[in-house]
């Protein structure tokens, strides 16, 4: 963590005690906002017809497109109408129990600052585009709304119980890097391809990665990387049959857990069920690929 330049140990000064700061948007020069403009644009070429309908939708209810990085004065009555929840600046990553305590209550924490010209690509630090753009749209669903609340609630017992590291697995297989099956085809929803002009295209399309059909205790023994695209992405029904599957006491799963080895990112295990190794085994089932 040491080169993440967004990344402090207590609140930085202008912070208060839950580590939220001011968006301060009237202080965003005019390249920052062509920079929010120039990703908007760069993945609406891209998202429709690959995007969850959920997300698609979210976007579009929250009119994050009137140029420029988004006003959360703004666009925070929206969001609270639809779902409860609300977004809070903070200044880079906040520690776990934090960002916890946000998620438990309905805030979403997002970065204030946007990346550099230089970084429209990538940068491994969760900037406002990443967190607005990419958790927002998917927070005006209800049943992704209550799944992301339980997140925060259940990120405060796995950390008193020593399980964070397989909760953590599970946030990034779905809220991060989730793919969702909808009218017999892939589609994305996870905030870190959907943000991303090319894992959107490489979660869907490239043959490489393996799409496995979501199995929870699998998901919290896998490992992820998190400097590169993902060699395998966990594909949901429905955000109903996720909320479905983990609404139960993670207790006994996390026992379980502690006497099991993790499995490495490109292993596919006997019963796993692989939707596809690439474009042609998905195509044999008729999805989006067989055209
Ligand atoms: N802080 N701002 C911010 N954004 C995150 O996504 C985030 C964080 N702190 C901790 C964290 N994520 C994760 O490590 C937990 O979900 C485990
Ligand atoms: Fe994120």
Redesign the pocket.
């Known amino acids: 963590m040491a080169d993440f330049e967004h990344v402090f140990d207590t609140p930085p000064e202008g912070a208060a005690a839950d580590w939220t700061i001011s968006q301060n948007w009237r202080a965003y020069t005019e390249v920052e906002h062509d920079t929010w403009d120039t990703l908007y644009a760069r993945q609406m070429d891209i998202l429709p017809g690959r995007a969850s309908e959920a997300f698609l939708k979210g976007l579009g209810a929250l009119d994050l497109n009137t140029g420029g990085i988004p006003d959360f004065a703004l666009m925070n009555p929206k969001l609270k109408a639809l779902t409860g929840w609300t977004v809070v600046c903070?200044p880079?990553?906040?520690?776990?129990e934090?960002?916890?305590d946000h998620l438990a209550n309905r805030r979403f924490?997002?970065?204030q600052f946007i990346r550099k010209p230089d970084q429209l690509d990538y940068l491994q630090e969760?900037d406002i585009f990443h967190?607005v753009f990419g958790h927002v749209p998917m927070l005006t669903d209800p049943g992704f709304a209550d799944y992301m609340q339980a997140y925060g609630k259940g990120?405060q017992r796995a950390q008193g119980l020593g399980m964070?590291k397989n909760?953590?697995r599970l946030?990034w297989y779905t809220v991060e890097f989730g793919l969702i099956e909808e009218a017999g085809t892939l589609r994305i929803y996870g905030a870190g391809i959907v943000s991303s002009a090319t894992e959107t295209v490489f979660a869907l399309e490239d043959p490489s990665p393996n799409r496995i059909a979501f199995d929870l205790e699998r998901i919290m023994r896998t490992d992820y990387r998190i400097d590169d695209f993902q060699q395998v992405y966990f594909v949901i029904p429905s955000i109903e049959a996720l909320n479905d599957a983990t609404y139960e006491d993670f207790g006994p799963i996390y026992d379980r857990l502690k006497g099991q080895s993790t499995i490495p990112v490109d292993a596919i295990q006997p019963y796993d069920r692989v939707l596809t190794r690439g474009t042609q085994a998905y195509a044999q089932k008729g999805g989006r690929f067989a055209a």
């Open positions: 903070v880079g990553l906040v520690p776990d934090v960002f916890f924490p997002s970065g969760p967190d990120g964070l909760l953590a946030y």
